[in-house]
């Protein structure tokens, strides 16, 4: 028997706003908050193939650099459009090195924390 990976916890600075940004980017819902936290997942809730995300209130000095960092492939649209749905919302590019030949976009939601925006996955 094996594991399921069900949550991703981060730490932010606003969970409420950092909740609203990532269910607009997933196309998921707020599925439980409250003082200090809330969680998105998607609309049927908890238990689904996919993790929701729980954001908690920190005051931690954030790192310069994230060790980790989200991946998003568009599901309905191509990568441009996705692109400029995702800047339309609040997210903002990043520079953490690349050279420009990339295939995907880095960027930053509304706290600065990088995700990438690759190309739409195809499924075989």
Known sequence: ???RFSELVIKCEDPQR????WAEVLGFTVIDSGEGYAEVGPAEGFGGLQP????????DPRPE???????LNPTDRDQDAELERLLSIG???????????????????????????LKPRVAS
């Open 18 to 21: 950092l909740a609203e940004f």
């Open 1 to 3: 028997m094996a594991s």
């Open 91 to 117: 997210a903002r590019p990043a520079d953490v090195g690349q050279t420009g030949e990339e295939s995907w976009h880095v960027l930053q939601d509304p706290e600065g924390n990088e995700f990438c925006l």
């Open 65 to 71: 650099r994230l060790r980790l960092h989200i991946d």
């Open 52 to 59: 929701t995300l729980f954001f908690v209130v920190s005051t």
